[in-house]
């Protein structure tokens, strides 16, 4: 019985950290449309957005990594604090759905190339790594 609550638990922590962190991600997201608006542009319209991306400045950016970077960070503190053993891997393993999600957006709406080598490259699996050691070292 204690197995499957262990399993139970550590099954939880996957889908509570993925929506605590993808609930820091939306919400970065929205807060940098407001705060870097592209005008005429109802940012919900992912087809008008596509053909925009490529032409976007920097500026346009720097809330889509943030977006991206603390998301994952959040998801995988929660996943590390909420799994019952092998913390590490279940943080890590938030940084790998994020990690999936982000190379999907990535050709969805096709950014510069710059953006999307740094944002799959930094965004992910560096942050869910830092979101384990956090855990790690709160446990102490």
Known sequence: MKKIKTVFKNILALIFGWFFGSIVNMGLIQLGHKLFPIVGL???????????????????FIFPFLAHSVGTLVGAIAAGFIAVSHKMKF??????????????????????FWFAIVDIVLAYIPMAWIGGRIVARKKN
Do not use: C, R, Y
């Open 42 to 60: 109802d940012p919900n319209d992912m087809v008008a957005l596509a053909e925009l991306m490529p032409t976007l400045e920097f500026e346009f």
């Open 91 to 112: 943080s890590l393993g938030i940084g790998v759905l994020f990690l999936i999600g982000g190379i999907t957006v990535n050709f969805m709406l096709p950014g510069p």
